[in-house]
């Protein structure tokens, strides 16, 4: 069992859609990072949290450090919201270094 | 915001050649940077961290002689593919961070190394 798991792996929507992407954590942990990786690869640190919501713009985080949980819900989504999504955590005794879900691939269609 | 650069973003090599990647932070001061390296259709799998003058860190599994690490200075490490093979071929990733926990990271475009 993978220590970071998201769901759905897969996703894909039309224009205008709310939607929501899971990550699970086994592990303690002192922060969550939700990152975008575009098709050319570069990859854009969208939150990072320690509890409660962030939001930014269309995007917002939610983390419930009780259960281990956390979700990315993109309102009005746009084919331009088309990438991976990728949760990472970074545990309590790990330093700064990441452990990574497996991503979300995320297609929204016109 | 705090930009990463790397170099070069693409590299053929041929087998047996090493291939030096750099990583830079072009507006902080990055004290811990991290090299990661992804294959098609898979996550980020970390290979080393290091903190600028000092050894690198290298994650279980990654051979220190074949990825050497240099982080020289606070805006600039090295990740060099000693004697490279096309088992090596990947995405090279790096990220930088003014360390400590619960710090940003901060991305490179990566470099897609080809070796033939």
């Known amino acids: 069992k993978n220590e970071v798991e998201q769901s759905p792996q897969n996703l894909t929507a039309q224009e205008g859609e709310f939607i929501t992407i899971n990550c699970s954590y086994s592990v303690g942990i002192s922060a969550l990072h939700w990152l975008q990786q575009h098709p050319g690869g570069g990859i854009v640190s969208l939150f990072m949290?320690?509890?409660g919501k962030k939001k930014h713009g269309r995007l917002i985080a939610t983390i419930n450090i009780q259960e281990k949980h956390s979700s990315l819900h993109i309102t009005a989504s746009h084919p331009r919201d088309s990438a991976v999504y990728i949760c990472?955590?970074?545990?309590?005794?790990?330093?700064?270094?990441?452990?990574f879900g497996e991503g979300t691939q995320l297609t929204v269609n016109p | 915001g705090a930009v990463v650069s790397q170099h070069p973003s693409r590299v053929i090599c041929k087998s047996g050649t090493s291939v030096k990647i750099e990583c830079r932070s072009l507006?902080?001061?990055?004290?811990?940077m991290f090299w990661y390296r992804q294959f098609p259709k898979q996550s980020l799998m970390l290979m080393a961290t290091?903190?600028?003058?000092?050894?690198?860190?290298?994650e279980q599994g990654v051979e220190k002689d074949k990825f050497l690490i240099n982080h020289a200075s606070l805006t600039l490490s090295t990740l060099t593919v000693t004697s490279a093979h096309p088992e090596d071929s990947s995405f090279y990733i790096c990220?930088?961070?003014?360390?400590?926990?619960?710090?940003?990271?901060?991305f490179g475009p990566g470099t897609r190394l080809t070796v033939t």
């Open positions: 949290l320690s509890s």
């Open positions: 990472a955590v970074e545990g309590e005794t790990s330093g700064s270094r990441l452990t």
């Open positions: 290091s903190n600028e003058g000092s050894k690198a860190t290298y």
């Open positions: 507006d902080f001061q990055a004290t811990t």
């Open positions: 990220s930088a961070s003014r360390g400590g926990h619960f710090t940003e990271q901060y």
